[in-house]
């Protein structure tokens, strides 16, 4: 049964109390489908069989305690070779690298 279980770890937009931790791990450990909860100041992290409850319905849960996630933007492969492009540029200017200029 252990193989059917998924582990997911949220990145929260705020860091919470301790006292709102002892109240999601009360709802959390008590509720059907969630395996494992662990929840720090800027993390909550679960171990659940998504056959009996999703990452949606774990997410509403934690939105219904005020807690909102970090969601992770799309980052297109374009804009990932744009940014390599400018990293590369700000750290060796527009010249050739040395190891170019050994066979010349």
Avoid: W
């Amino acid at each position: 049964m252990n193989e059917l279980l998924e582990y997911k770890r949220f990145m929260l937009n705020e860091s919470i109390t301790a006292e709102k931790i002892e109240e999601l791990s009360v709802k959390f450990n008590s509720t059907q489908g969630i395996d494992k909860f662990k929840c720090t100041l800027h993390h909550v992290s679960f171990i659940y069989n998504p056959y009996e409850i999703s990452e949606n319905e774990i997410v509403k849960m934690l939105s219904v305690f005020g807690i909102t996630i970090k969601t992770n933007k799309p980052y297109s492969f374009r804009a990932r070779l744009a940014k390599l492009a400018k990293d590369n540029n700000e750290n060796f200017g527009g010249k050739r690298l040395g190891c170019c200029d050994l066979n010349d």
